[in-house]
T-cell receptor, first 115, second 112 residues
Framework: AQSVTQLGSHVSVSEGALVLLRCNYS??????LFWYVQYPNQGLQLLLK??????LVKGINGFEAEFKKSETSFHLTKPSAHMSDAAEYFC?????????????FGSGTQLTVLP | EAGVTQSPTHLIKTRGQQATLRCSPISGHTSVYWYQQALGLGLQFLLWYDEGEERNRGNFPPRFSGRQFPNYSSELNVNALELEDSALYLC???????????FGDGTRLSIL
């Protein structure tokens, strides 16, 4: 079974500082990996996805993530935080093949951006 | 392009009642997924429909059920509601099973 661990349920950064949200996965084979963002009272918005092409993936709003097989990690970064980045971020995995195509989510990281 | 739409936005029920939640996928998307986001429990997979068939279900009791219609819209039915069913129910759709899922804004179900 696949699982996702997001280290740090709450992360605070100053506006303009680097954002680093951590995600590690557990899977017998490298899965597809995703980062979603959830703003208050909204659904999930896809930030970026890794589907076994380039290991460095660029997403929307200046976010990017790097797939590291040796570390089973898919950390999300943004060079300079903006106040509008304050939200909850979810890392998710999905098998590449098989009958279980649903997403398995991490527990989420609440990002606070300080002025 | 219209996104995934869910109705109603909010639903208030009492214990023992039945709830029906609706989801319209993005045009051209044939797969619909349902997830539950309950306080303290995170996002959990409920059901997956593709081409009108239930393809997989999560670890939920049988009183959680649903269906997918010929136009690919979907319903989630929850019978014999319990207090712990209070949650945000999210619907997602994808054009094919190997494509990313796009989410609606959810239905907030409150059980009194």
């Amino acid at each position: 079974a696949q699982s996702v661990t997001q280290l740090g349920s709450h992360v605070s950064v100053s506006e303009g500082a680097l954002v680093l949200l951590r995600c590690n996965y557990s899977s017998s084979v490298p899965p597809y990996l995703f980062w979603y963002v959830q703003y208050p009272n909204q659904g999930l918005q896809l930030l970026l996805k890794y589907t076994s092409a380039a290991t460095l993936v660029k997403g929307i709003n200046g976010f990017e993530a790097e797939f590291k097989k040796s570390e089973t990690s898919f950390h999300l970064t943004k060079p300079s935080a903006h106040m509008s980045d304050a939200a909850e971020y979810f890392c998710a995995v999905r098998p590449i093949s098989g009958s279980a195509r649903q997403l398995t989510f991490g527990s989420g990281t609440q990002l606070t951006v300080l002025p | 392009e219209a996104g995934v739409t869910q109705s109603p936005t909010h639903l208030i029920k009492t214990r023992g009642q039945q709830a029906t939640l609706r989801c319209s996928p993005i045009s051209g998307h044939t797969s619909v997924y349902w997830y539950q986001q309950a306080l303290g429990l995170g996002l959990q997979f409920l059901l997956w429909y593709d081409e009108g068939e239930e393809r997989n279900r999560g670890n939920f009791p049988p009183r959680f059920s649903g269906r997918q219609f010929p136009n690919y819209s979907s319903e989630l039915n929850v019978n014999a509601l319990e207090l712990e069913d209070s949650a945000l129910y999210l619907c997602a759709s994808s054009p094919r099973v190997d494509q990313p899922q796009h989410f609606g804004d959810g239905t907030r179900l409150s059980i009194l």
